[in-house]
DNA sequence: TAGAACACGTGATAC
DNA sequence: TGTATCACGTGTTCT
C-alpha cells in the first residue's frame, strides 16, 4: 500500500526526471560529437546529423515512457512497479473488467426479466435485490479497495419552512458513489420526506428534503460531514 | 479490418521473429567478444561478463515486446500499431469501460430502487429518454384535455460549463402537472442529458440538464416560458 | 557479488 | 528526400 512508490522513486521515476530540461540541454549543446547545431560539414554517408536521431528518438523515448506511466494510472491494481508489469497488469484488468461486465449485464438482464415477468401479487420479490446488494463490486481478492472516497465538491443545508430542511450535497461522480451516498443517508436515519440524485458530467448531485426544525440545521450538516468522512476513512470506528 | 497486419508485418513482428531461437543462438555462440562463457581473465573495472547482459537485456526487451502484443490483443479498438499508441489505445480503452461500467450499474442501481419497497428513499420512477435500452414512462400523451394549468413559481436557466444548461423549475403541484412538464420538455426536442423531477409539499420541483452553449440560454428560457404558457392557454396556436 | 531494470546512443528500415 | 519507429549493445543504478 504505502510502499506502493517507494522503490519505483529510485530507478524509475527520477531517472525519467533527471532526463528532462537540464538534462536535455546538456545534451543538446554537446551533440555527441562536437558541432553545434546546423548541417554537418563532413558529409559523410549519414548524411543528416546524429543529433536530430538523438533526440527524436528521446522524444519517442519519452512519450512512451508518458503512456506507461498514464496507463499506470488508469489502472487501479498494481502489482509490481515494472515496465512489463505495468503492462500485465493492464491486461489483466481489461480482462476483469470484460468479465464484471458480463455478470453485470446478465444481472440486469435477469432483473429485468424478473421484473416484467413477475407480478407483485407475492412478497417473495424481497429475495432478489437481497442477492444484488450482496454482490457488490468492491471484491478484489488483492489489496486495493475499489470504491472512490466519495469527494465533497459542495454541501448546503437549509431551512425552507413547514419543518423542512434541504440538503443539497454536490460531490464527484466515481465509482459507487452513489451508493454510498445512499448509504450514509440510510444510516443517518433521517425522516426524509423526498430525495432523488442527479448526475451529470462528472458531477453527482444529492438533494434531500428532511422533516426538521431549523435549529437542527447546523447538527444535521455535521452528522453529514462526520459520516462521509467516516466512510471515506478505511478504519472508520463506525464502518457499517 | 485485413490491413491489421499489413504494414505492422514489416518493421515489428518480422523483427521480432528474426530474434527468437537461432538469432538467440547466434549471439551465443559468439558471445560479442571472443571468450566463451567463464570467468573474464581480464579483470578490469567491469568484472562480470558482458554476454550475461545482452542476453539478459536482450531477454527483458522479448518479454517486454511479448506483453505489448498481448495488450494488442486484448484491446478491440487499435488505431495504429506504434507501441506507444497501442498503450495511448488501451488506456481510453480502459476508461471507456469505466464509463460503460458506470452507466450500466447506474441501470442497476435505477431498476433495484424502483422494486425494493423499505429501501432508503423514495420512488423515483420517473426516467428520461435516455438512449440506454428502452423507454420507459412512456404514458398516454393525451386523453383528457382537463388538466390544471401549469403555475410557475420559480424557473432558473443557467450555464455551468461543459456545454451544460442547467434549467431549474419550480411549480404548483397539482393534477396532471408532472405529466404536462414532462411534454412541455420532451415537445422542445432539447439535447437531455439528465433530467428529473421532486414533489414536496405542495411544490414540484424539475431540473433538467441541457446540452447547449452559453448563448442560448435566455433563447432556451423564452422557449420554456413560450411553450408552458401555449400549453395553458386553451386555444393555443401550437396546441399539440 | 550477481542480477534485474532502466536510459542512452546508434544503425537499420519503412513510409 | 526526410522523418518516423524499432532492436540492439552498453553503462549505470538499485537490490
Chains 1, 2 share one sequence.
Not at 549519414?46 to 498514464?70: G, Q, T, Y
Not at 440524485?197 to 431549523?214: H, M, N, P, Q, Y
Amino acid at each position: 500500500m504505502e510502499d506502493l512508490g517507494d522503490e519505483y522513486k529510485h530507478y524509475w521515476e527520477t531517472n525519467i526526471f533527471l532526463q528532462t530540461e537540464e538534462f536535455d540541454r546538456w545534451a543538446l549543446d554537446e551533440p555527441i560529437s562536437g558541432y553545434s547545431d546546423s548541417s554537418s560539414p563532413d558529409g559523410a554517408k549519414s548524411s543528416w546529423p546524429a543529433s536530430k536521431n538523438i533526440v527524436s528518438e528521446r522524444n519517442r523515448r519519452k512519450k512512451l515512457n508518458d503512456r506507461l506511466l498514464a496507463l499506470r494510472a488508469t489502472v487501479p491494481k498494481i502489482s509490481k512497479m515494472d515496465k512489463a508489469s505495468i503492462i500485465k497488469d493492464a491486461i489483466d484488468y481489461i480482462q476483469e473488467l470484460h468479465e464484471q461486465e458480463r455478470r453485470i449485464q446478465a444481472e440486469i438482464w435477469e432483473l429485468e426479466s424478473g421484473k416484467s415477468k413477475k407480478s407483485m401479487d407475492f412478497e417473495l420479490d424481497e429475495e432478489m435485490p437481497m442477492r444484488l446488494k450482496k454482490k457488490r463490486m468492491d471484491d478484489n481478492e488483492n489489496g486495493c479497495r475499489r470504491t472512490s472516497p466519495i469527494e465533497i465538491l459542495e454541501l448546503r443545508v437549509s431551512y425552507m419552512g413547514e419543518r423542512t430542511v434541504v440538503v443539497s450535497l454536490a460531490c464527484r461522480k466515481r465509482t459507487d458513489t452513489m451508493v454510498q451516498l445512499c448509504e450514509v443517508f440510510e444510516s443517518l436515519k433521517l425522516k426524509i420526506i423526498t430525495a432523488n440524485i442527479t448526475a451529470f458530467s462528472g458531477r453527482l448531485l444529492k438533494t434531500v428534503f428532511v422533516e426538521a426544525d431549523e435549529e437542527d440545521k447546523d447538527d444535521l450538516r455535521k452528522k453529514i460531514e462526520t459520516a462521509i468522512a467516516a466512510r471515506n476513512d478505511p478504519e472508520s470506528p463506525i464502518s457499517i
